[in-house]
């Protein structure tokens, strides 16, 4: 009974055999031109020109003051909790339904997760389930809010915008601000795509995003953090680059920093790739609507764009009518030669977080049982 769809993705992608994978980049633009550059310049790790246009073009496109190139999205989000003020044992509200580096940076700084639920229409933190949850079980003190059951103070915030799909980030916004909790935006998904057209990432404290090679732009690995506070800017590059005071010879240090900066090479790559970027949401964005014209005539739901937002598709995602459903098509389509994947294993039933404070997660179970991605990459 799938059949149909594996015969419909294949003349989609012009594929009528050999694997079709869920997501692989382009290089068609100047990505060999940019990096032969590089390497010819000998300025190849995290010094050269290449990472100043980057972080130009990242300002120039989103409209923010400050962009600072990372190494990898994990990294950028690590720093980003830093600057968002998150401590040890204090707690960082996000949601289950997310890949393991939300949850991962929150444990790096010896915090600890609190998941909230997502909207079934986002498939990101739902702004009702965080309201109704902040108000129940907490209490503020002194400018900070404090989860009753434990007395953790909840520093942050970090919402993911979910296959590139934005969250209702300012009514999320709204809700943090009134409890004191900084926001930090977790992007990683979503560079490109507009909430009441303003990019995602740009609304919170914080904002990060991911040029992981499975993304819609990538630099190899890379990641990027973006916020217009000065103060925030500025500390997010000193620790980016071991916090060395600047000198034309001397090693002083202030602080204990990071080595995540995004090296000249990589940088060179995502140049190449920006300049790409608006094209190759114009063709994902062509490639959801051929997407969702085709399970309109099916009993298959079809994860459109939320209201109020232009997202980028990253990747393409389906609701089947249950979880035996789900396996069979992941079966089935996964044989053929056509990946599919399920939404991963939600966060809070990780062995590393199962004991992580929660609400009720209705939504993302239902979501995770039900969800595939399809095959989303830019079609040429
Ligand atoms: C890709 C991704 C990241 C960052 O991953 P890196 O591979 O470190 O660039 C973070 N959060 C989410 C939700 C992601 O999908």
Redesign the pocket.
């Known amino acids: 009974m799938f059949e149909p769809i594996i015969h419909f993705i294949r003349q989609t992608f012009q594929k009528p055999e050999g694997f079709i994978p869920l997501h692989e980049p382009r290089f068609i633009g100047n990505e060999r031109k940019y990096v032969l550059d590089a390497i010819d310049s000998t300025f190849v790790s995290s010094v050269g020109a290449y990472v100043n246009r980057f972080e130009e073009q990242i300002k120039q496109y989103t409209g923010v003051s400050y962009a600072i190139a990372c190494s990898?999205?994990?990294?950028?989000?690590h720093i980003a909790l830093i600057l968002a003020g998150v401590e040890q044992n204090d707690l960082v509200i996000t949601q289950p339904l997310?890949?393991i580096?939300?949850c991962n940076?929150i444990s790096y700084l010896k915090a600890q997760p609190l998941f909230v639920d997502i909207d079934k229409r986002t498939l990101g933190l739902s702004a009702e389930k965080l309201a109704d949850f902040l108000e129940k079980e907490t209490e503020i003190r002194e400018n900070q809010c404090f989860y009753k059951q434990t007395n953790q103070k909840i520093r942050a915030c970090v919402p993911?915008h979910?296959f590139g799909h934005p969250a209702e980030i300012d009514k999320i916004q709204e809700i943090c601000q009134k409890y004191g909790i900084n926001l930090v935006e977790?992007a990683?998904?979503s560079l490109g795509s507009l909430y009441k057209n303003r990019h995602t990432g740009t609304f919170g404290l914080v904002g990060?995003y991911?040029?992981?090679g499975?993304?819609t732009i990538t630099s190899g690995?890379?990641?990027v953090i973006v916020t217009n506070d000065e103060k925030l800017g500025k500390l997010a590059r000193h620790l980016t680059t071991q916090a060395k005071v600047p000198h034309a010879w001397e090693f002083v240090h202030d602080y204990v920093g990071y080595n995540y900066r995004m090296p000249n090479l990589n940088a060179a790559l995502a140049v190449a790739q920006m300049e790409k970027l608006a094209e190759f949401i114009e063709s994902k964005r062509q490639l959801a609507q051929i997407y969702a014209n085709f399970f309109q005539n099916t009993d298959i739901e079809f994860c459109l764009e939320p209201e109020n937002s232009r997202s980028m598709y990253w990747l393409n995602a389906i609701l089947l009518k249950n979880r035996e459903e789900r396996d069979r098509f992941l079966e089935f389509s996964n044989k053929n030669g056509v990946m599919s994947r399920p939404s991963w294993r939600l966060m809070h039933e990780l062995e590393m977080f199962e004991k992580c404070p929660r609400a009720n997660l209705a939504n993302a179970i239902e979501i995770q049982n039900r969800l595939v991605n399809l095959p989303s990459s830019v079609r040429i």
């Open positions: 990898n999205g994990t990294s950028a989000l997310s890949f580096a939300t940076a993911m979910t977790d990683a998904e990060t991911s040029l992981n499975n993304k690995g890379g990641g």
